[in-house]
């Protein structure tokens, strides 16, 4: 069974919708914008219960997050669902009575009783969370309340004030509405030379509006832990040696499972977990009035530095470097920096490049010698030597006027067999001879089998030295 880290986000949300506010539904995820999307139709995926048009879009009024694992949400979750039935509230604290049907059935006569869904509304909701964040089994829990919508913040706080109980002070409430800010240029990666509207005064400043809070910039990842992480890394090395910063005993670091350290930086304070853990329920216990009976600590501080330190936050960190090897890799992978671009600068455009099609070779060889008129055939019979079966070379003439050969220089075609049947495919090549090869490799009275070169031999077609004398 593969065992997986403390998860870096998990939540469970109140949706309500826009159109009509009494309208809600509770659910639970790790990624609170991609669930949005997907109950507003924008994404694959969404409850039934939000699939309605006259219902959409939803907005995600509050969150609780902070829970040690995925079956923990699902549990709040279900009991945030059920208040009128779950075990985690006892009978006689429930808000929301527990309500039964009854139902006959025609053909049987049978009765059958079940639970009755209660119809809740926004001021229920807030009610039974704030219930649920006082009773023992999950008053303990490093949970953490957050709101995105103020009316729904101040019916949470007009509440509180009247309830019976108060939620534990470890657990906070923070209202996160999502606002816009004012940034400089060179704040931006790769924004040199921008301009925005101030809201205020209408003039144009330098800089971008960056948002702040709102579901949009949740942090989901393990992005907070990554500097604790790497000094672990370096501080929990097996060539190091450590003192426990509260029992003053040697660390054995061949056993890293049962050590943490404090996470600021300036501080390199090493400590069992036993010993911590310890440290911390006495300070608890030392500010509760009732007796005190647990086993897992809640929050402290560091023995060295005295900083406020969260115990979910140190397991979280352990579960991370001993059981999160993808998840390791994923966090110190190095992300690509894009570059700054210029306002003139165009982004290139991706074409695909184009396939080459075979093309004859062009080959230029120099002449140094001219062209010996002496050596060529002189009378029709030397020219009948030739065999009819082999292909008769061709004068090429201009072949291309930009590449024409200067002077002692000429271009010969030549066709060879590539030897493929099939296609009956003949590749063709240019080649320049000069004049010296050419005219030692055809003589008159010599026949193609007797004397057969490497290159084909000079042949000049059409000629206008057909007939003339040869000066001696």
Not at 24 to 47: E, M
Not at 101 to 125: E, F, H, M, Q, Y
Request: aromatic fraction near 6%; hydrophobic fraction near 35%; include cysteine.
């Amino acid at each position: 069974m593969d065992i997986k880290p403390i998860p870096a986000f998990y939540c469970c949300y109140l949706l309500r919708s826009t159109v009509r506010h009494s309208s809600l539904y509770v659910g639970s995820t790790p990624n609170p914008l991609r669930r949005l999307a997907q109950h507003n139709g924008l994404a694959k995926g969404g409850a039934v219960r939000t699939s309605k048009d006259s219902l959409r879009p939803w907005e995600m009024a509050c969150i609780v997050t902070g829970f040690p694992s995925h079956i923990a949400a699902l549990q709040f979750e279900w009991a945030w669902q059920n208040t009128h039935m779950t075990r985690h509230i006892p009978p006689e604290s429930r808000i929301t009575p527990l309500q039964t049907v009854t139902r006959i059935s025609a053909t049987t006569g049978r009765t059958r009783r079940r639970p009755a869904r209660p119809v809740s509304c926004l001021n229920d909701k807030l009610a039974n969370l704030h219930l649920l964040l006082r009773v023992e089994s999950f008053a303990r829990w490093p949970l953490e309340v957050r709101f995105f919508c103020e009316d729904v913040y101040l019916k949470w706080k007009k509440w509180s004030d009247k309830a019976d109980g108060k939620i534990r002070d470890g657990i906070r409430v923070i209202l996160d509405i999502k606002k816009l800010r004012q940034t400089k240029a060179s704040e931006v990666a790769g924004d040199t030379e921008s301009a925005s509207l101030d809201l205020t005064s209408g003039k144009k400043s330098s800089g971008t509006m960056a948002s702040i809070g709102g579901v949009e910039n949740l942090n989901i990842t393990y992005s907070a832990l990554k500097s604790h992480f790497e000094k672990n890394s370096y501080l929990l090395e097996e060539s190091s040696e450590h003192n426990c910063a509260l029992c003053k005993k040697k660390i054995a670091l061949a056993n890293t499972q049962m050590v943490t350290s404090c996470p600021e930086a300036s501080c390199n304070a090493v400590t069992h977990l036993t010993c911590l853990s310890g440290h911390f329920l006495t300070q608890e216990s030392a500010g509760s009035v009732e007796p005190f009976a647990t086993m897992v600590p809640t929050e402290g501080t560091c023995p060295s530095c005295l900083t406020d330190l969260r115990w979910v936050d140190l397991m979280k960190e352990l579960s991370l470097r001993l059981r999160g090897a993808k998840e390791v890799a994923k966090l110190m992978k190095k992300k690509r920096v894009a570059k700054a671009k210029t306002p003139n600068e165009k982004s290139p455009s991706k074409k695909r490049p184009r396939k080459k099609k075979d093309q004859p070779r062009l080959e230029v060889r120099s002449s140094s010698s001219p062209l010996d008129i002496a050596s060529m055939p002189s009378s029709d019979d030397d020219w009948a030597i030739l065999s009819d079966a082999e292909p008769e070379p061709r004068l090429l003439a201009n072949v291309m006027e930009a590449t024409a050969p200067e002077q002692n220089e000429m271009w010969f075609y030549r066709d060879r067999d590539d030897g493929d049947d099939d296609m009956m495919s003949v590749a063709s090549d240019y080649s320049q001879v000069s004049s010296q090869s050419a005219s030692g490799q055809l003589h008159a009275g010599q026949t193609r089998a007797a004397a057969k070169p490497d290159r084909l031999s000079l042949v000049v077609e059409d000629s206008d030295w057909d007939g003339v004398e040869v000066l001696d």
